[in-house]
């Protein structure tokens, strides 16, 4: 059964960068196609962005050119680099498949807060 494992969250202040990276124990890892979520108190789990077993990408209007997705095959790791964070970028960060939904097994999620 896949596992995600995410980390790399933190307290940053607006304008900080945060790398977070997510180990999947997918065996067909590069077959998949692979995003980062968010849920915020108070707020529904949205899709941030999302990534192609081939690198191919796409990101929410609310986060296009500050946010990177990337994946290493090899590895079977997903990263997001943050960069220029806003206070309402905190939220708890998960890695799942894009379709995921509220009914899918979700990892533990690492928390981003955006603070001064």
């Known amino acids: 059964q896949v596992r995600f494992v995410e980390s790399g969250g933190g307290l940053v202040q607006p304008g900080g960068s945060l790398r977070l990276s997510c180990a999947v124990s997918e065996s067909m890892f590069s077959f998949f196609r692979m995003a980062w979520h968010r849920q915020a108190p108070g707020k529904q789990r949205e899709l941030v962005a999302a990534i192609t077993g081939d690198g191919i990408t796409n990101y929410a209007d609310s986060v296009k050119g500050r946010f990177t997705i990337s994946r290493d095959n090899a590895k079977k790791t997903v990263a997001l680099q943050m960069n220029r964070l806003k206070p309402e970028d905190t939220a708890v960060y998960y890695c799942?498949?894009?379709?995921?939904?509220?009914?899918?097994?979700w990892g533990q999620g690492t928390q981003v807060t955006v603070s001064s």
């Open positions: 799942n498949y894009p379709g995921a939904t509220q009914t899918s097994y």
